[in-house]
T-cell receptor
Framework: AQSVTQPDIHITVSEGASLELRCNYS??????LFWYVQSPGQGLQLLLK??????LVQGIKGFEAEFKRSQSSFNLRKPSVHWSDAAEYFC????????????FGTGTKLQVIP | SAVISQKPSRDICQRGTSLTIQCQVD?????MFWYRQQPGQSLTLIAT?????????ESGFVIDKFPISRPNLTFSTLTVSNMSPEDSSIYLC???????????FGAGSRLTVL
């Protein structure tokens, strides 16, 4: 079965600083990979996804993520963080086309300080 | 992408009672998913609901505790029965948004059991 590890439970960055959130997955084949964001009191919003092709994917709100097969990683990045980015971020993995078997990581809570 | 409405957005309930959460989608979808997010935890899939058939429950979740209805292609309900404080969670409805090939989530129903 697939699994997802987000090693950082909580990260604090200054507004305007760069951000990288780590995600490692375990799955035999090439998985479908996702990053979601959950703002306080909100549901999950998709930031970006990777299915195949270019390993650097662009998402909404200025986020990007890079798929590295050799490292089984799918890290999320943003060059300059805004205060409104404070939220919880979840990495997720799915078996190709099997949306009923999406596995989520434990999440990374991002705090942005002025 | 699909737009999902969940009701109630939050509720406070007494131990031993039951609560039904409604999920309405603005388009017809084949699969609907119910997730639980316990405080400080990631998302765990409770069950998959297909229209016209019994819901499929994940390990650790049973129909007597979490009965699900799926009367048509745009609507589903999840009931949390005989609630205890351990059921205090956010319950999220999700659909497979085939147009975007991702899971789309409702805003969630925050349940507190006293």
């Amino acid at each position: 079965a697939q699994s997802v590890t987000q090693p950082d439970i909580h990260i604090t960055v200054s507004e305007g600083a760069s951000l990288e959130l780590r995600c490692n997955y375990s799955y035999g084949a090439t998985p479908y990979l996702f990053w979601y964001v959950q703002s306080p009191g909100q549901g999950l919003q998709l930031l970006l996804k990777y299915f195949s092709g270019d390993t650097l994917v662009q998402g909404i709100k200025g986020f990007e993520a890079e798929f590295k097969r050799s490292q089984s990683s799918f890290n999320l990045r943003k060059p300059s963080v805004h205060w409104s980015d404070a939220a919880e971020y979840f990495c997720a993995v799915a078996v190709s086309g099997g949306y009923q078997k999406v596995t989520f990581g434990t999440g990374t809570k991002l705090q942005v300080i002025p | 992408s699909a737009v999902i409405s969940q009701k109630p957005s939050r509720d406070i309930c007494q131990r031993g009672t039951s609560l039904t959460i409604q999920c309405q989608v603005d388009s017809q979808v084949t699969m609907m998913f119910w997730y639980r997010q316990q405080p400080g935890q990631s998302l765990t899939l409770i069950a998959t609901a297909n229209q016209g058939s019994e819901a499929t429950y994940e390990s650790g979740f049973v129909i007597d505790k979490f009965p699900i209805s799926r009367p048509n292609l745009t609507f589903s309900t999840l009931t949390v029965s005989n609630m205890s404080p351990e059921d205090s969670s956010i319950y999220l409805c999700s659909v497979e948004d085939s147009g975007a090939n991702v899971l789309t989530f409702g805003a969630g129903s925050r349940l507190t059991v006293l």
